[in-house]
Every structure is written in C-alpha cells, then in structure tokens.
C-alpha cells in the first residue's frame, strides 16, 4: 500500500511539471506587459526597463522558466507584482476557504447524490427514478454560475434569507456557516446530479450480480442486501468516478468563488490572471493542480481499502 | 424414509415472465416432490426452465418473471402464501441454496467469514462470538482446511473448488432440511467436481437433509439422485426413481439425453445428438413441445399436449408413444 502511494507521488512529479510549463505558457500569451503593470500608468519608459530587468522578464522565455523552477525548489514562489506581497503569504490565506468551500459542498453533495442514485436504482423504472434522472440531467446541463445568480437572486437579494457575499469567520459559527451555505449549496449543487447518476448506474450494474442473488438466497433483510452488498461493491467505481469528476469541481470553485466573493485560491486565481500576475497566478495554479493530484491519490488509497483485490495488488 | 410425506412438494408451477409478447412460461404446469432426505435431481438442456423452478422454490425469481398460479408446499406450509418476511426466514434457514458459479456467486469485497456470519446472524440471535463459532464450524464441516484462517480471507483468495466449498458451507450454517443445489459443479474441474459431488452426500448423511440438484449432467444425477425429472421446455418430461428412468427410460427426449453420452464402455458408437434446440418460451410449438425435434412424432403429438401417465411405480412420462418398446419395438 505505502509502496503503491510513493509510486503515485513520483509519477505525480512529471504531471506538475507538465502544468508548470503548460501555466508558465499560457502565462506569456496574455497581452499584458507584467512590467508595465508593475510600474504604473505614468512610468517613463526608463523606469519600466528597469522594473522588467528586476523581474527578470528581459530573459529569454527558457531561461525565466528554468530560473522560475529553480526558485521554486528552493521554496520561493515569488512575490505578487500587483501587491508586492510574497506568492506564498497570499496562498497561505486563500488555501483555507477554498478548503473549507470544497468541504461544505462536498459533505452534502456526495452523501445526498450517493442515496438518490441507489434509491431511484433500487426502484428503477419508477417515477422517483425518472425525477433523479431529470435532475440529474439538469445539474450536468446548467452551469455553475447560473445556479450560483439564481440563489444570489432569490435567497440573497429577494428573499434576504442568506448573505451571499464573502465569507464571515470559520465554518463553525453560525455566521460563518451562513455565509458558506450558498457557495456550498452551488458548488455542492452541480455535484450532486453527476454522482447520483453514477451511483445509480453502478448499483443496477450490482443488483443484477450473483452474489446479490446469494445475498437474498441467505435470507439476509432487504436493508442488509442494498447497503452491504449492492452498494457497498457500487461505490468501488463510483469512487473513481467522483475522482474524475473532480477537476470539474476545482473549475466550478473558481467560478463559484468568484460570483460569492469567496476568499479562496480560486477567485485569486481569476485576479492574478486578469492583472498579468505571473507569479501569483502560477502560485494559484500550483496549489490547484495540488489539489487535483492530492485528491486523486485519496481516491487511489479509498480505491484499495473499498476493493480487496486491489490491496492484493 | 419410504411412508413419509414430502419434505417439498410443488404442484402444477407456473412461472412466466412477462414481455410485450404476453406471459411467456419459463415453467409450465410442473409437479415434483422430494421426500426427507431423499435428493431429487432435475435434469434438462439449457433454458429448459430448471433454474427458474429452483429459483421460484426460494421465491427469487427476478423481475419481470413472476409465479402465477400453483403451490409449493414445504413442510406443509404453501410457500406462495407466505409473507415477504417470513419467506426471508426460510431462505437460508430451513431452505439453502448454492449456485452455479462460486466465482462470482460470494460477494468479492467480503471476507468469507464475514459472509457465512450474515447468514448465520440472519436467523440465530447469537453473539459476535458464537456467530464465530459456527462460521468456523461451518468451515470445518465441508472439510476445508485450517478454517480459522480460511475464515478470514477473501473470496478472490480461495480457488474454484474452495469457493464452492465456502458457498457450500454458508448455505449449511443454519442446518437446512432442504438444499437447493444449481448445477454446483459445472463451472468446476472434473476432479473438484467429484470431491464436491461426494461432499454434497457426505453431508446429507450427516444432516439427513433433502438435496434438490439440478444439472445438465446425467451422470451426476446418476451418482446423486434417488429420483429424477426429466424437464423439457419448461415442463417435467419424465419423472421416476432413478433406476427407472435410467433403466429403462420411456420419453424419447430422455432416450435423446442418454443417446447423447459418451460412453467408455461398449462399441466405437457415434453420439447420437438431438437435433434442433429447445423451442424458446416465446415459440412453444402446438401439441407436444419436443415433437418438431422427435423421431417418434405424430399428428396427434403436434396437435395434443400429453400429460404424465404412470408407466411403472412411480414412474411416469409424458408421451403419447410411451412405452415406445411396445409401440416401435
């Protein structure tokens, strides 16, 4: 098992270089000078010269990256051009709510969908069914920032019930939970179709098992033949799949964060890029792709301990 | 055992599954019995309707197939007429069955100990350690080895043999009067096959259980059984003591089975095969269902249906030629 991770983790190391690189180029397509936005709108030329000798940027293209790779093995993300704070400070502040925002949503979400899709399998066919599928089908279709307007129009504006800017201290507090719980229901929201319908997918697929059969031919209760055996053996795929749903769900909390005014990586994300933050916004995408990898090693390690085959392995 | 009343007793089972081309009957009007520890095997082609009967016995046949008309009586209880609740009670207690394929018929997640405690907790109020007790206990009766360590592995770790041997032992664990066995040997070696077999009737001394056995295997019904049915196309073709049937056998569907045997002893003969398939429940033809594949078959056999009629003591078969010697010599 330790081993199977560790190998995990090194194979992690290309993947991160590939989206340094991939980042650090799209980060040069922006139309936007850096050093010009450093220096200020009534900067002479002079002085904008010597801010991008400062930045590095007069480099060739090669050399800034193997120059920026290098400062980050060392630890050092850089300091923000707009904000002049270092890259990691700023990260170290926004990692928490994002943290947090995935949490909420995903508490909910993956819980709600898991039943939803085993009840409408159980009973395939009937009209709770075809009303999961439905909605299963409307939370693939419908945009994040859509759901995200709609709440913020109804529950927040309209009906006053929720704020529905920023956050207002930690999760715990009730002022903190109200501020999360509109972020959490959108970004939750959108999540909890796509896992109801793998769910219910794989659970039919199980239903129709052997063991299933030897199950009820054991006399065991309806109760214990759905959750031990039908959808204790559904979710080995079902966890895989949330797995893959996942870099959908980091794209949703950048979108969700930033029509909520949430305080993570993700709306910080969106404002280094629309202001040329090199460093800021390849700090950003560092702790994303982090994520994504950190979360698909979780699901590698759930993978085993769900499926004794694998831990063989 | 002779005198006794059956242990189970089905009459007239009719079992269809509904389509859009109406009920089509996957079992037809069947009547069988076996008595206490008495083995009943049930022998017949693919699709014949001989796992749907076991299955409709234990009142699991999946949906859209539905039982709609006859009685099962176990125990002098009409099982059709029980609650879902205390039919559960039944399934796994007084009632065992095993399957076809012990590959995939034990959940693979589950440790074996784990799954035969389910069954056990199922219908003994026990405590965790007791439960224990008797899945290694169960473990040990079907005689595999090292059972304490056996318990705690999973299924993916047994062989094929094993595997049947844990289903074997899971089905045991609450002491059933009647085993339900679905061909438990076919998916297996022929030498796991043998050990299995003589397993199976080693138990059914030490227990005095009845065993329903079904299989496509006439020598294991040979080996096995005390009575057969013979079932074509979802109806018991011929039926009787074993040394009946195999002695002296009246239906030409059963002399097709027989003609279609190897056999190691006699002539360099060439196997005799039924031509045709068994008709689908959906294309039953009028009349005799086995007459467009009979030899035998006359205008009266493709119009009338022919109903079992005695032939000897307890031996019965549902042919309009039969007995065939007296008739085609």
């Known amino acids: 098992m330790l081993a199977h991770i560790a190998r995990r983790l090194l194979t992690a190391i290309p993947v991160m270089f590939g989206v340094l690189l991939i980042g650090f180029v799209l980060l040069q397509v922006v139309p936007t000078d850096p050093a010009v936005v450093r220096a200020g709108p009534l900067a002479t030329p002079d002085v904008i010269d010597a801010i991008r000798k400062d930045l590095g940027l007069d480099q060739p293209l090669w050399m800034q990256f193997f120059l920026y790779l290098g ?6 993300l850089g300091v923000s051009i707009i904000n002049n704070v270092p890259v990691s400070q700023e990260l170290g502040a926004t990692i928490g709510p994002t943290l947090e925002l995935m949490f909420a949503s995903l508490i909910w979400a993956i819980p709600l969908g898991i039943l939803l899709g085993t009840v409408a399998a159980y009973w395939r066919g009937s009209i709770f ?5 439905a909605f299963a089908v409307a939370g693939v279709s419908v945009p994040v920032f859509f759901v995200g307007l709609v709440l913020i129009w109804f529950v927040g504006f309209k009906w006053q019930l929720l704020p529905f800017t920023g956050r207002d201290g930690p999760i715990w507090t009730l002022a903190g939970l109200k501020a999360i719980a509109l972020p959490a229901l959108t970004l939750g929201g959108v999540f909890v179709g796509p896992v109801a319908r793998m769910t219910r997918t794989a659970v039919l697929d199980v239903l129709g098992a052997d063991h299933v059969r030897t199950a009820r031919a054991k006399g065991l209760a309806e109760r214990l033949v759905v959750l031990h055996h039908a959808l204790r053996n559904a979710l080995i795929p079902v966890v895989t799949l949330i797995g893959l749903q996942i870099g959908f769900l980091l794209g949703g909390a950048v979108v969700t964060e930033t029509i909520f005014s949430w305080p993570g990586v993700g709306r910080l994300a969106v404002g280094a890029i629309l202001s040329s933050d090199m460093p800021l916004a390849q700090g950003t995408i560092i702790v994303l792709s982090l994520g994504f990898i950190v979360i698909n090693l979780i699901v590698d390690v759930l993978y085993a301990v769900l499926d004794p085959r694998v831990r063989a392995s | 055992m002779a005198g006794q009343g059956p242990l189970l007793a089905i009459e007239d089972l009719r079992t269809v599954f509904r389509s859009s081309a109406g009920d089509l009957p996957a079992v037809d009007g069947v009547s069988v019995s076996v008595a206490p520890g008495r083995t009943l095997g049930i022998v017949g082609e693919s699709g014949c309707g001989k796992s749907v009967l076991s299955l409709s016995i234990m009142r699991l046949v999946p949906r ?19 609650s879902e609740g205390e039919m559960r009670g039944l399934r796994g207690g007084s009632i065992g069955m095993i399957f076809q394929e012990p590959m995939t018929s034990l959940n693979p997640v589950h440790t074996v100990g784990r799954q035969i405690i389910e069954a056990v907790s199922a219908h003994k109020d026990l405590s965790a350690s007791a439960a224990k007790d008797v899945a290694i206990d169960a473990l040990r009766r079907v005689r595999i080895p090292a059972p304490e360590k056996r318990f705690e592995e999973y299924p993916h770790q047994l062989s094929g043999g094993m595997r049947q041997r844990v289903m074997i032992a899971m089905a045991l664990s609450c002491e059933p009067r009647l085993l339900i066995a679905d061909e438990p040997t076919t998916a297996l070696d022929v030498t796991i096959q043998a050990q ?3 397993l199976l009737k080693l138990l059914q001394q030490e227990t005095g ?3 329903i056995l079904i299989t496509h295997d006439l020598g294991v019904v040979a080996e096995m059984a005390d009575e057969v049915a013979v079932m074509y196309a979802g109806r018991v073709v011929e039926t009787g003591p074993v040394n009946a049937v195999f ?8 002399l097709g089975l027989f003609g279609s045997v190897p056999r190691l002893d006699g002539e360099n003969q060439s196997l005799l095969a039924i031509e045709g398939t068994v008709p689908p429940p959906f294309a039953l033809p009028p009349g005799c269902r086995f007459n467009p594949r009979c030899g035998f078959a006359s205008d009266r056999c493709r119009s009338e249906m022919p109903l079992l009629r005695p032939l000897g003591p307890s031996h019965q078969a549902a042919c309009w030629h039969a007995p065939v010697e007296a008739e085609f010599g």
Request: glycine letters at 12%; hydrophobic letters at 35%; charged letters at 25%.
């Open chain 1, 71 to 76: 400062r980050l093995l060392r630890g050092d």
């Open chain 1, 129 to 133: 069914d075809r009303a999961v599928m």
């Open chain 2, 64 to 82: 859209p197939g539905r039982i709609t008309s006859g009685s099962i009586r176990f125990d002098g209880r009409d099982l059709l007429t029980l």
């Open chain 2, 196 to 198: 299995i077999l003589d």
């Open chain 2, 209 to 211: 259980m009845s065993i």
């Open chain 2, 247 to 254: 002695g002296d056998a009246q239906h030409p569907y059963t």
